[in-house]
């Protein structure tokens, strides 16, 4: 007899076969998340100086836009990335 999860799972595979990926997909996903992870980075290094920099004026209006810009810019990176990943994901359920 098969638990509940095994029939849950062979159902799921009949509604939405896992795609397996080629050696060079992998490596291209693996590339753009590093990208993805040196841009968020790099924006992080800037804006965390802008904070500094902030903090030491007594600027809190500012500390408080620029965390906002730090959180929208991190989304907005991750966001594009994960596209870039879903096309290469893509080509292999062609």
Same mark, same amino acid.
Request: net charge positive; aromatic share 4%.
């Given at each position: ?8 799972? &062979?159902?799921?595979?009949? %509604? ?12 291209? =996903?693996?590339? =753009?998340? %590093? ?22 004026? +007594? ?12 959180? %929208? &810019?991190?989304? %907005? ?15 292999? +359920?062609?």
């Amino acid at each position: 007899m098969k638990t509940a999860y095994e029939l849950a799972m &062979e159902r799921l595979a009949k %509604s939405a076969p896992t795609v397996k990926l080629t050696n060079e997909q992998k490596k291209e =996903l693996a590339d =753009l998340e %590093s990208q993805c992870a040196a841009k968020i980075a790099e924006r992080e290094l800037f804006l965390k100086d802008e904070i500094a920099k902030a903090v030491d004026k +007594g600027d809190f209006e500012a500390i408080e836009q620029l965390e906002k810009q730090l959180v %929208s &810019e991190r989304k %907005s990176i991750r966001v594009d990335f994960d596209e870039k990943k879903d096309k290469v994901r893509q080509k292999a +359920g062609k």
